[in-house]
Every structure is written in C-alpha cells, then in structure tokens.
C-alpha cells in the first residue's frame, strides 16, 4: 500500500512538472521583434540603439545588423512590449522607427551578441 | 452698409506669377543673409605645405592577444611613454608597446570594478593613470598604469556630472579628465579624484558652443579643448574656461549635401588627437579616412581606408604617438588598429 502511495505521489509529482515545463516552454508569444531602422552607420548610434532597447524590461537581448537596417529583439520568457514604447525607444536613440514585425514563438531567454555592421 | 475698400481688378492670372516672383526673393534674401552671417567659413581651406602626408605602417590585429584578437576595438590612446592603450568588444582594456607588442589586458564583463559593459573609450593622464568611459554603464572608471582599479565616477542622467552614453574621454596636463557625453551633447570636466566641476558646451545645431552627439574631446596644450562634434560635422575649439574659440569644418548646409570631397569638411568627425606643434589628426568616420589639419585649421593630407566597407563608418578614435610622428586609429569595422607614419614637413625633420 505504502509503495502504492509512493507511486501515486511520484506520478503526480512528474505529472506536474510535466505540466509546469509545459506552460514555460509551450507558451506562445511574440518571442521576437524586428525593428526597421533607416541610417545606420555609425557604431556610436548603433550601440546606442542597442543600449535603449536594453533598458526595456521585456527584452532579453537585442543585436543589430547595419547592412539591413534592422534591430532584432529577442524578448524574456513571457514577456511582451508595446509598439509605442519600442518606437520611442528607438527615437531616444536618435532614430525614426519602421515597420516593427512581432514573431510568434516559444518565449526564450537567450541574448545573443549584437553583430558588427556589415555581418561579414 | 457701403463698402469703401478698392477692388483688386488684376487678373487672377497675372497675381500668380508676382507672388511667386516676390517668395523667390525672398529666398533668394534669406540665403544671401545666411550666407554671410553663418557660412564664410564652411570650408576648410588648404595649407600652403601641401607635401605633408601619411604611410601606412601596418594593420595591428592582435593575433598574440591572450584574450584573442581585437573585435570591433572602439577606444585608443597613447601615454606619455608612448604605450598604447586599447578598448574593444571583448570588454577589456589592451596594454601595447610603441611596436605593438602586447604589455597588459585587464577587463570582463560585469558593473564591478573594473568591469565593464561597453568601454568606449580610454584616456592616459601625465602620471600613468588609465581612464576608461562605459558607453552602457554612463561611468568612468580610473586604473594605474597595471589595471588596478582606483575609482569610478558618473552615473545615467541629465544633471551635474551625470551621463548617456559617454563616447569620448581626455586628461589635460594638469590631470582633469574630460568627458563627451554623446547623448546629452556636451563635455564635462572632472577633476583627477572624479570630483565634477563644469560642463561645457550646450545641446545644438547652429553657433559656436551647440554640440550635436559628441563622440570625442582631445585636451589640448595650454588647457585647450578640441572636441569632435560629430553630428554637426565639424570640429569645436573651447579655451581652457570652457569658451567656444572656433569651428573646424563648418559648413552651413549640415543637413544636405554632406561634405565628402577632401578638402570640403567632415561627414561624422568621431575621433581627434593633436601632436606636438599643433597638428591636429581627425577619424573622420563617415569618409572612412584620417584627415591631417594644420594648428590653424588647414587641410594638410588624408589617408583613406582601401576598400572600406560603405555600411559602417571608420576609422572611429585616433591616438598621437608623444613624438608626434606615429598615428593610431581604431578600425572599428575591420577588428584592426591603423598604424600610420607622418611623412613632410609636420614631422619636423
């Protein structure tokens, strides 16, 4: 009886986590963000950028690609970010904001090393 | 009720033209007047020594780095015994000898002491003591000659002695430490301890004094201030109280068309450096080329970057070696330090 209990609780236990691994991983959200940026060039404004979509609290990591003038967000786990707080980010940093393209996903947590201008 | 006033009988037809006369003039009145009040001086004009000019040396890599090569190396300057010192992506702080021979590292990432987000820039003060700008953390932070941590100073912000992004760092002979804080356009000045003291300059596009995204300052002899003000596209002098004293560059139409021809101005002017006897040295980014200016402001040489890659601007920070003969600039796009000789009549031989 005791082992059956044993078992019932270890069931549930796994059942759960199974469960709570689930909701993290399984969530579905916009994971990323692509910001459309006109006149990058300069390195200086380039990390500028990068240092005021940091300060938000939803992004996780942002790199930037000066050859397609685009910032690339990706976004904590569960997180989301308002269009109109990214475009005054992005205008913060001296900059005007273009199309923003918001991808659905698996949220992750990673961030990624921002690439030099010209991702040679 | 009788209506007095007298009846425009022109035709139609014939007014559209007089109007349009009469708004051309006035165009024609106010570029006139804006030329001669603010435009005399929007070129740079030519030095009477025109054999001055650069040789390249050599690229330096940093092939022999411990931590690795340079990747995206952003600061440089060089101390009075003519070591260089470097900043770059990996988040550290690079010791070379006159020959490019490593010496020291020392930085991670982290907001310790002595570690760091973004170091933008580094400066050398007479005795020894290394100052390196966080362009993330908005702090300075202050090391002996070795790495070891002394001090820090700054913090985010728009008040005294507070920054956004500090770019650019100097050390006057007398051991003040200037700042160019790139998004509250202005230069501060701290004294060696990090006590703050003034600001100079204000944020602006038009007149002496309005700075426009700094991203340098070079001190000068006799408490001078060179500032590269690289959004304005030119250069600014400041006395030692911190006084506008001239533009370099200047050009009255800052918005279109850039300058690109040699001799015509700067386009993102990001790094300056001046070497004995006045001359001044000048990463001049947007054109991918180091531009050499006489004490008095004359174009001198250039040198341009072969085959730079147009998406990014280079070189971006520029150092002088204590003789004045050796030029160092951060090649921010191809992970490399420019190493150029001074060839003429600057070098004084």
């Known amino acids: 009886?005791?082992?059956?209990?044993?078992?019932?609780?270890?069931?549930?236990?796994?059942?759960?986590?199974?469960?709570?691994?689930?909701?993290?991983?399984?969530?579905?959200?916009?994971?990323?963000?692509?910001?459309?940026?006109?006149?990058?060039?300069?390195?200086?404004?380039?990390?500028?950028?990068?240092?005021?979509?940091?300060?938000?609290d939803a992004v996780a990591g942002v790199r930037t690609s000066l050859k397609k003038g685009e910032a690339v967000l990706d976004l904590r786990s569960g997180r989301t970010v308002d269009e109109k707080e990214l475009r005054q980010a992005v205008k913060k940093a001296g900059f005007t904001a273009g199309r923003i393209r918001f991808e659905e996903g698996p949220a992750t947590a990673t961030a990624e090393k921002s690439v030099k201008g010209g991702e040679k | 009720?009788?209506?007095?006033?007298?009846?425009?009988?022109?035709?139609?037809?014939?007014?559209?033209?007089?109007?349009?006369?009469g708004a051309l003039l006035l165009i024609v009145v106010f570029l006139a007047g804006a030329l001669l009040l603010l435009g005399t001086s929007w070129k740079i004009p030519r030095a009477a020594i025109a054999s001055s000019g650069y040789q390249l040396v050599g690229y330096w890599v940093g092939a022999d780095l411990p931590g690795g090569?340079?990747?995206?190396?952003?600061?440089?300057a060089v101390s009075p015994t003519g070591d260089l010192y470097v900043s770059d992506a990996r988040k550290r702080?690079?010791?070379?000898?006159?020959?490019?021979?490593?010496?020291?590292?020392?930085?991670?990432?982290?907001?310790?002491?002595?570690?760091?987000?973004?170091?933008?820039?580094?400066?050398?003060?007479?005795?020894?003591?290394?100052?390196?700008?966080?362009y993330d953390q908005d702090r300075v932070q202050k090391f002996t000659t070795e790495g070891k941590f002394l001090l820090q100073f700054g913090r985010s912000?728009?008040?005294?002695?507070?920054?956004?992004?500090?770019?650019?760092l100097a050390a006057d002979g007398a051991g003040a430490v200037y700042v160019a804080d790139f998004y509250n356009h202005r230069i501060h000045k701290f004294s060696a301890d990090g006590t703050w003291q003034k600001v100079i300059g204000h944020p602006g596009r038009i007149g002496d004094g309005a700075l426009h995204y700094p991203t340098d300052v070079h001190a000068a002899a006799a408490g001078r201030l060179?500032?590269?003000?690289?959004?304005?596209?030119?250069?600014?002098?400041?006395?030692?109280?911190?006084?506008?004293?001239?533009?370099?560059?200047?050009?009255?139409?800052?918005?279109?068309?850039?300058?690109?021809?040699?001799?015509?101005?700067?386009?993102?002017?990001?790094?300056?450096?001046?070497?004995?006897g006045g001359v001044m040295h000048v990463a001049d980014s947007g054109n991918h080329r180091v531009v050499m200016l006489s004490e008095n402001g004359e174009y001198l040489a250039e040198w341009k970057i072969p085959a730079a890659d147009?998406?990014?601007?280079?070189?971006?920070?520029?150092?002088?070696?204590?003789?004045?003969?050796?030029?160092y600039a951060t090649d921010y796009a191809a992970d490399r330090i420019i190493v150029l000789k001074l060839v003429g009549p600057t070098t004084g031989e």
């Open chain 1, 1 to 56: 009886m005791n082992i059956n209990i044993l078992t019932a609780k270890l069931l549930l236990t796994l059942f759960s986590l199974c469960l709570a691994t689930g909701m993290a991983f399984g969530q579905s959200g916009p994971a990323k963000v692509f910001i459309e940026v006109k006149g990058l060039a300069c390195p200086f404004c380039v990390q500028g950028l990068e240092k005021h979509l940091k300060k938000l």
């Open chain 2, 1 to 21: 009720m009788q209506n007095n006033e007298p009846i425009d009988q022109t035709p139609r037809r014939a007014r559209v033209p007089r109007i349009l006369l």
């Open chain 2, 69 to 76: 090569k340079f990747d995206r190396p952003m600061g440089i």
């Open chain 2, 93 to 134: 702080i690079v010791s070379l000898g006159a020959a490019g021979e490593f010496k020291a590292q020392w930085g991670r990432e982290g907001k310790g002491p002595g570690e760091f987000s973004n170091p933008a820039d580094v400066a050398v003060a007479p005795d020894g003591s290394v100052f390196v700008s966080d």
């Open chain 2, 157 to 168: 912000g728009t008040g005294a002695g507070e920054f956004d992004a500090p770019a650019g």
């Open chain 2, 226 to 276: 060179l500032v590269a003000d690289a959004y304005n596209y030119q250069l600014q002098r400041f006395d030692p109280d911190g006084r506008p004293a001239g533009r370099l560059g200047y050009h009255l139409f800052w918005l279109w068309p850039r300058p690109t021809a040699s001799a015509a101005g700067f386009n993102a002017p990001t790094g300056v450096a001046v070497g004995p």
């Open chain 2, 310 to 327: 147009p998406g990014v601007y280079s070189p971006e920070k520029i150092a002088v070696s204590p003789d004045g003969h050796t030029i």
